[in-house]
């Protein structure tokens, strides 16, 4: 029983899930860091304002402070912090505070106010505007913040040049001016910007929500469908080719995996086509070792028991010589195939003369069909000099077209063997007038112990294998082997070698 994989969505889910984490951690990093940045620059724009206002303040009061006219600087105190919408505090030259003038308070509290000695800055931060600087804090209420800032009143001496004296010499300060204003509105308009922050990143999550959903829903489905076929291949369904929608990476996995099913299919198919290819082995070995096996012990046991007369004696130890000789032949081309086969046969890589190797080949065949009554013909173009390859396994390849060819020629026939150049090909050509081939065989005839003609099958002439031999070979030297043929028309094989 096949167990079900884990579906590939849940991991797409973790993917999704993990997706909107990293949005929210950013949404949230951004956002903090923004309202930093935007409550800083509000924070220094105000400060700036303010820090402006407090300079303009200190000039006007100090105007009338340098007259010692109290209820001047009061009138001009409360005129300012109205104005400005600013409390602000007036300390003399013995840093207290003179008058008190806040805006958000009733005239009794104001009048209270001013005598409760409470000016909002430390002694040093005081004694630091009283040296001619101006100076910025917040100040935490328990309400709301304030921002208060802190201005010397410097006042030049008359008749003094004030371009003179050194750069150390500290300036003359009679007072000092705090303005102190809410924050109220920047802290209004931070709250209003983070909410606007907070919508916006809850907008986001939400878009890239929908989104990490329509990809893991794309994603997913084409990985379903690579899973549901790989559990039929599985059983052993291999019409499972999956339709590509797209050219990206799942596109391209799917191709793959289609590619990997042909790959699969065709070599079952080839594991099926070797597996008959053994079991044809085995029974045509059987077949052709049985025949010849039968005549050789037939003729022994019958020489044996003194069955055969004297004279004939002769004629049956040459049908078992010619039987063994077969025999031999037989096992030393199915070790040949064999070998070629699993790869284990190797080739001497030399220069071979062409003309040298087509005439011996010939000659080697001649007899055969001489005897046979076949008229023989050699064509050879004289441009042609070596070729790279293995002399011995290159004769063997002509030697076994040429047998095959004069084999299934009838006497009176014709069997040409023809050396040419096809551009960079070497082409050797065994012509024949035999009985041809059939079209639905022509397939077939380099199988091995295939044989075209019925009749010589279970004759002893020939063991079937030559042309297996012969493709293997010529395939060996980078080649290989055509064959054209009709039937009663002849047959020609064209070994193709490259120069």
Not at 68 to 89: G, Q
Not at 106 to 135: A, P, Q, T, V
Not at 145 to 171: C, F, H, N, Y
Request: charged share 25%.
């Amino acid at each position: 029983m096949i167990k079900l994989p884990g579906r590939p969505h849940s991991l797409f889910g973790k993917l999704m899930v993990s997706h909107l984490l990293v949005v929210i951690l950013s949404m949230i990093i951004i956002g903090f860091f923004l309202t930093y940045l935007i409550e800083n620059y509000f924070f220094s724009a105000r400060e700036w304002e303010i820090s402006g206002q407090a300079r303009e303040a200190a000039y006007l009061i100090g105007e009338d402070l340098k007259e010692d006219d109290r209820a001047a600087v009061k009138k001009t105190a409360e005129t300012l912090a109205f104005s400005l919408d600013a409390k602000i505090r007036v300390l003399d030259y013995t840093k207290t505070p003179i008058h008190t003038i806040d805006p958000d308070l009733s005239d009794e509290e104001r009048d209270i106010s001013s005598d409760d000695g409470e000016i909002g800055l430390e002694e040093r931060e005081i004694e630091h505007i009283f040296k001619g600087n101006m100076y910025t804090k917040k100040v935490y209420g328990p309400v709301m913040q304030r921002l208060l800032v802190g201005a010397p009143i410097i006042l030049e001496e008359e008749g003094k040049d004030s371009t003179a004296g050194s750069d150390s010499e500290e300036p003359i300060v009679y007072g000092a001016v705090t303005l102190s204003v809410p924050l109220r509105g920047i802290e209004e308009n931070i709250a209003h910007i983070s909410r606007l922050i907070l919508y916006s990143g809850t907008i986001g999550v939400l878009i890239a929500s929908i989104f990490a959903f329509s990809v893991s829903k794309t994603l997913t489905r084409p990985l379903q469908k690579i899973n549901r076929a790989a559990l039929n291949m599985a059983r052993g369904d291999f019409r499972c080719k999956i339709e590509a929608e797209s050219d990206d990476e799942i596109g391209g996995l799917i191709k793959t995996f289609n590619y990997s099913v042909e790959q699969v299919e065709k070599n079952l198919e080839e594991q099926k086509r070797l597996e008959m290819l053994r079991r044809n082995l085995v029974a045509n070995v059987s077949h052709e070792l049985k025949a010849p096996l039968a005549s050789v012990r037939g003729y022994s046991e019958l020489m044996l028991d003194g069955l055969i007369d004297k004279n004939d004696r002769e004629k049956y130890l040459q049908i078992i010589l010619d039987n063994s000789v077969h025999l031999s032949r037989l096992v030393d081309d199915l070790l040949t195939l064999s070998h070629l086969e699993s790869g284990q046969l190797s080739i001497e890589q030399e220069d071979v003369s062409i003309e040298e190797l087509a005439r011996w080949s010939f000659e080697s065949v001649s007899p055969q069909g001489e005897a046979k009554g076949i008229n023989l013909g050699f064509k050879l173009d004289p441009s042609l000099s070596y070729v790279k390859g293995d002399r011995h396994r290159l004769h063997e390849i002509l030697v076994n077209l040429l047998n095959n060819a004069i084999l299934y020629t009838p006497p009176g026939g014709e069997v040409t063997l023809v050396v040419k150049q096809s551009g960079s090909e070497l082409v050797f050509e065994v012509n024949d007038t035999g009985c041809g081939i059939p079209e639905d065989e022509m397939s077939l005839i380099f199988e091995r112990f295939y044989k075209v003609d019925k009749s010589r099958r279970r004759s002893g002439s020939g063991s079937g294998l030559g042309l297996a031999i012969s493709k293997q070979l010529a395939n060996l030297h980078g080649g290989d082997i055509e064959v054209e043929s009709r039937v009663g028309g002849g047959s020609t094989f064209r070994v193709h070698l490259p120069l």
